[in-house]
């Protein structure tokens, strides 16, 4: 986490913002507290997309989206205001890396992580779809590794798949290459057996510390997608199996998540993830960093940086009242309901988005 700098704003509706998580081509990532102490990741988008009437019908999509996908394994919308001068969406927040830097720092995860990994990822894909949602680009970079298990982040670019609440414009290619369905690819229509070989892609990387798919351009990459087999290097057995199931060209020959799930765990993921799913290094790392969060009460961090000169609308969220507010104990009550209830066992972890 960076610290603000002076241009940045200190606060973003009823968040105090303590540091800087991540930036992209599409706006910021901060860090942030509400009043009663609960820790939020904040996606700010640039100002100038503010200015963008059709950008801000678009955000406004994607936010009414994404708050309908919660429960476990998934990340919550906590609060959002797509009307604001420049517009902000928070999710709950979560100490973990993600699988990308996970793999980048101690190599490929043993096979009962990738077990608990591929049930809990398949499981939130099928609360997903049974929304009459896809996510669309389920990558490592978009799963967070906790000690209560995996988490799928990221539903910015998620679609309904009635074709009624298109989140991007005609031609614009959405996903990331390598890990995108062949369909996907050639604007054939996407559905959640897209989602399936993603994960598929997802689940090789975890397990040999290389994607099933490599080239060193983009346009090679997707080439290798339509045309090519996997390349599974070490992937054995029963796992090879379903990963090859779920990278199959033809949609109609992959598994369904809710299938994927029982295969992989069939006493359910909160099974595998409660007898220990981390590795050892990774349990440590993690514990770490939720000590770094915890200090940041005890320094103050973000508590005198100035305002800069990003200006917001009043907060989606009403003032806490004697019914409930944070402080209370009871839920604070939003524009958009109730702050989700966390499944029993999760220790209160949460998500932050994506850096955009």
Known sequence: MQPLDVDEPAAVGPYRLLGRLGSGGMGRVYLGRSAGGRTVAVKIVHPHFALDEEFRARFRREVEAARRVGGAWTAPVLDADPEARVPWVATAYAAGPSLTAAVADGGPMPVHTVRALGAGLAEALTAVHELGLVHRDVKPSNVLLTLDGPLLIDFGIARATDGTASLTSTGVSIGSPGYMAPEQILGKGVTGASDVFSLGAVLTFAATGEPPFRGDSSA????????????????????????????????????????????????????????????????????????????????????????????????????????????????????????????????????PPRPV
């Open 220 to 351: 090679a990459l997707l080439y290798k997608v339509v045309h090519e087999e996997p390349e599974l290097g070490a992937l054995d057995g029963h796992l090879r199996e379903l990963a090859a199931a779920c990278l199959a060209k033809d949609p109609a020959a992959r598994p369904d998540p809710a299938e994927l799930a029982r295969r992989l765990a069939p006493d359910g993921a909160a099974r595998l993830v409660a007898g220990g799913w981390l590795p050892g290094a990774l349990v440590e790392q993690v514990s770490r960093s939720a000590v770094r969060l915890l200090n940041l009460d005890a320094t103050g961090a973000g508590a005198d940086v100035a305002s800069g000169p990003v200006g917001f609308s009043s907060p989606a969220v009403r003032p806490p009242d004697t019914a409930g507010g944070e402080g209370s104990g009871a839920p604070t009550v939003g524009e958009f309901g109730p702050a989700p209830v966390m499944p029993a066992g999760t220790g209160g972890a949460v998500v």
